[in-house]
Every structure is written in structure tokens, then in C-alpha cells.
């Protein structure tokens, strides 16, 4: 079972310039979010997805866009990247308490 | 804030030794969970301990959970190289989400 899939695995943007990170996920899990983890702060939610056709605002939304595509897809979108937007990004999704999430690899953005 | 606070921050043992980590938080919970994170990869759900539970076993993993005092600890025994990690609690509340602590690192000497 392939999970969670992250793509890119690794980009360098330049200030202002925009780019979406994709994730899917293939265990049809209706819940689906994007974390954000930068040294010394562990994750922080930015958006999550509770189900297919909804969104919501996690705790460091600005600056960031999401969109739920289908039950498999959530794509993270970064309309004008900033320096401060530097930090590795996760998906991850969820059904049953009990498993708990499944994260994918990870993408590690650099805004220089 | 929500966030479940982590202590120690760092933690370095011998392999065979017990490992413990703790974690403390202020709001109600429906269930805390724990995570092991590798260098550079994603996070890997280890155990999941309900509000109503009090301890739970999973392989050399205890997990206990008091929420009178709003804290929670996880035991590793018979530490091995291969559990050098990051170690992560999360809180999930009635809406589902989970909020991270910011994690232990722990290093297992061989």
C-alpha cells in the first residue's frame, strides 16, 4: 500500500513566487490535513479536511490556500511564497481514531 | 494553547536501558496519541490512549494516561539503536484534530 503520497519531495522557490504541493492518499480516509514543522516547534496544523467537500482553517493558515479535490486528493497552495514559508510540509489523513494518522514523507520547501 | 508540552526535551541512554517521556497538557482531551518521527521521514502513529483508559501496551511501549493531572507518559523498555527518534504526543479534542507537541529526541547508544 503506497499511503500517503507527497509530491515534491524537496523545492526552492523564490520571494512571491507561487506553487502548489500535492498529497493523496489511496486508504480511503475521509479526513485529510497539512502540517507544517519547523525546528524547535513541532507540527502546527494549517488546514484539514474533515471530509470530501469541506475545509477548515487550522492553526497557522495565512498565506496558504488548500483544495479538497476528491476523497483521495488535498493540495496545499502557496500564492506568494516568503522566507518565512521556508519549513518541511505534511499530509496527512485519517479515519478511525484507533489507527490514528497517516503522514506522508514530507516536502521540504525552501523560500530564499 | 493547546499543545501538549514534552519533557525532556532530549533524552540519550544505552541500549537495554528504559526509556520514559512525558507529556503534560492544560485543555480536555478525547484521546492522546503518541508518534515516532526518523530523521528526514514522516511521523508513524505508535498508540493511541482513549480518556477513559488509564494504561495501554503495544510491544515494548506502555503508555499511561492521568487525567486528573492532565499528563501522559510513554515507556520505552529494552531500548534498542533502531528507537533513536523523535518522539511526538499529539491531543485530539472533540473535533478530531491533533495538536503536536514540539517532541523528545532520544538517542540509544549501542
Known amino acids: 500500500n503506497a499511503g500517503v503520497t507527497q509530491t515534491p519531495k524537496f523545492q526552492v522557490l523564490k520571494t512571491g513566487q507561487s506553487m502548489t504541493l500535492q498529497c493523496a492518499q489511496d486508504m480511503n480516509h475521509n479526513s485529510m490535513y497539512w502540517y507544517r514543522q519547523d525546528p524547535g516547534m513541532g507540527l502546527r496544523l494549517i488546514y484539514y479536511s474533515a471530509s470530501e467537500g469541506t475545509t477548515d482553517k487550522g492553526e497557522v493558515p495565512n498565506g496558504y490556500n488548500v483544495s479538497r479535490l476528491n476523497k483521495r486528493e488535498f493540495s496545499l497552495r502557496l500564492e506568494s511564497a516568503a522566507p518565512s514559508q521556508t519549513s518541511v510540509y505534511f499530509c496527512a489523513s485519517s479515519d478511525q481514531d484507533i489507527r490514528g494518522y497517516t503522514f506522508g514523507s514530507g516536502t521540504r520547501l525552501t523560500v530564499v | 494553547s493547546q499543545q501538549g508540552e514534552e519533557d525532556p526535551q532530549a533524552l540519550s541512554i544505552q541500549e537495554g536501558e528504559n526509556a520514559t517521556m512525558n507529556c503534560s497538557y492544560k485543555t480536555s482531551i478525547n484521546n492522546l496519541q503518541w508518534y515516532r518521527q526518523n530523521s528526514g521521514r514522516g511521523l508513524v502513529h505508535l498508540i493511541l490512549i482513549r480518556s477513559n483508559e488509564r494504561e495501554k501496551h503495544s510491544g515494548r511501549l506502555r503508555v499511561t494516561l492521568d487525567t486528573s493531572k492532565k499528563s501522559s507518559s510513554l515507556l520505552i523498555t529494552a531500548s534498542r539503536a533502531a528507537d533513536t527518534a523523535s518522539y511526538f504526543c499529539?491531543?485530539?479534542?472533540?473535533?478530531?484534530?491533533?495538536?503536536f507537541g514540539q517532541g523528545t529526541t532520544l538517542q540509544v547508544k549501542p
Open positions: 499529539a491531543l485530539a479534542g472533540n473535533t478530531g484534530k491533533l495538536i
